[in-house]
């Protein structure tokens, strides 16, 4: 069974800094794209960054480029998003996902997906 479990969420304030990390379980980990999305209240989901296991490669929204930085660490099975500079339109439950393809900050193109944690950027 896949699990994706986040955490790293809370309250920070505008130009603060938070560490989100999503630990998964029941996959092949050293191929596969892990996403991050969020998805404030009365807006769709959308797609934050993502990093494909097999060789690094890595995607970011235009929203957070610049600003938040996606890593993997393999053997522990884990991806981390480095969310600095946040500011309140961060505000958002974020959510991890996988897939077995490449790269893609689509949330229909992902078959497994977190709970997701709380976000929140007081300004």
């Known amino acids: 069974e896949v699990q994706l479990v986040e955490s790293g969420g809370g309250l920070v304030q505008a130009g603060g800094s938070l560490r989100l990390s999503c630990a998964a379980s029941?996959?092949?980990?050293?191929?596969?794209?892990i996403g991050w999305f969020r998805q404030a209240p009365g807006k769709e989901r959308e797609g934050v960054s993502c990093?494909?296991?097999?060789?690094?490669?890595?995607y970011y929204s235009d929203s957070v480029k610049g600003r938040f930085t996606i890593s993997s660490d393999n053997a522990k099975n884990t991806v981390v998003l480095q969310m600095n500079s946040l500011q309140p339109q961060d505000t958002a439950v974020y959510y991890c996902?996988?897939?077995?393809?490449?790269?893609?900050?689509?949330?229909?193109?992902?078959?497994?997906w977190g709970q997701g944690t709380q976000v929140t950027v007081s300004s």
């Open positions: 990093i494909s296991t097999s060789d690094g490669t890595t």
């Open positions: 029941g996959l092949t980990f050293d191929d596969v794209t």
């Open positions: 996902a996988a897939r077995y393809y490449t790269g893609s900050l689509f949330p229909e193109d992902y078959d497994y």
